[in-house]
T-cell receptor, first 111, second 111 residues
């Protein structure tokens, strides 16, 4: 069966510090991968998606970037965090269909 | 797609009663619709899906209804239990295998 792992679960970072959130999927090949952000009490905002290694599409111009160095690895990064980067970050995967399966999320607090 | 900028509407239901959560979708070309359940601090969890060539689909204690004429989707939960308390999101799928997310509805179960 397929599983998705996100880490860390919680992160507190100072403004201006770098960020690296990692997501890995097991049990499948060539998945579509997604990064979302969710503000408290709000819906999901798609940040990036990838249909293959090295292929990244950005949905919202901002302080973040994404990379896919391996087939089942998706990384969300920032060189300098802003206060507005605080939120709940979710990674998801899908195959040739629309159902996306989500990780447990990372709660990021930028102080 | 994103659903930011909207605070979550809330639905309060007595334990044991049926719940109906509604969603209006925007793209008449969408051919796939999904309901997700998100418990506090967790990632969204797939509940049930329906294709546009259907108008009803049933799962365990859940039923999804699709009305393409008015672009309306609903999720019915029978005999709600405390564990049903969560935020429920509808999402519509397009040919790009991305999801357009609804704003979400917070379901509160009263004892």
């Amino acid at each position: 069966s397929q599983t998705i792992h996100q880490w860390p679960a919680t992160l507190v970072q100072p403004v201006g510090s770098p960020l690296s959130l990692e997501c890995t999927v097991e049990g499948t090949s060539n998945p579509n991968l997604y990064w979302y952000r969710q503000a408290a009490g709000r819906g999901l905002q798609l940040l990036f998606y990838s249909v293959g290694i090295g292929q990244i599409s950005s949905e919202v111009p901002q302080n973040l970037s994404a990379s896919r160095p391996q087939d089942r690895q998706f990384i969300l990064s920032s060189k300098k965090l802003l206060l507005s980067d605080s939120g709940f970050y979710l990674c998801a995967w899908s195959l040739a269909g629309n159902i996306q399966y989500f990780g447990a999320g990372t709660r990021l607090s930028v102080l | 797609g994103e659903s930011v900028g909207l605070h979550l509407p809330t639905l309060s239901v007595q334990e044991g009663d049926n719940s109906i959560i509604n969603c209006a979708y925007s793209n008449s070309a969408s051919d796939y619709f999904i309901w997700y359940k998100q418990e506090s601090g967790k990632g969204p969890q797939f509940i049930i899906d329906i294709r546009s060539n259907m108008d009803k689909r049933q799962g365990q204690r859940v039923t999804v209804l699709l009305n393409k004429t008015v672009k309306h989707l609903s999720l019915q939960i029978a005999a709600t239990q405390p564990g049903d308390s969560a935020v429920y999101f509808c999402a519509e799928g397009d040919s790009n295998y991305q999801l357009i997310w609804g704003a979400g509805t917070k379901l509160i179960i009263k004892p």
